[in-house]
């Protein structure tokens, strides 16, 4: 596994601003787990009943997948999304 994306795409989620706050505090991070150029973090509760937030970093594109789980089941997911729009995620998890 190359940490180098994995943290990379950690890094740029926690330097994404909401509100003059670090996104993932903002949207209440409670862990991150990796997978091959993939961060997956845990959020706690928000109004659209969302638990997980997926992040893949798609290289041929140099863009990103954002997919959104409630439990194991994918509700939604957006494709080819720049780091410079991960503030998207606190507004597709209701809290801004």
């Keep these: 596994m190359n940490t180098t994306i994995e943290q990379t795409i950690l890094d740029q989620l926690n330097q994404t601003k909401v509100n003059g ?23 706690e509760e928000n109004p659209k009943g969302i638990t997980a937030v997926e992040v893949q970093y798609m290289e041929a594109l140099d863009t990103y997948t954002i997919r959104y789980y409630k439990g194991n089941q994918i509700v939604t997911e957006h494709d ?12 597709e998890l209701g809290v801004l």
């Excluded at 505090?25 to 150029?37: C, D, L, P, S, V």
């Excluded at 080819?80 to 507004?91: G, L």
């Design 21 to 43: 706050f670090p996104l993932l505090k903002y949207i209440g991070t409670k862990t991150a787990q990796f997978r091959h150029n993939t961060c997956i973090i845990s959020v």
């Design 80 to 91: 080819d999304i720049f780091c410079d729009n991960f503030d998207s995620i606190a507004r």
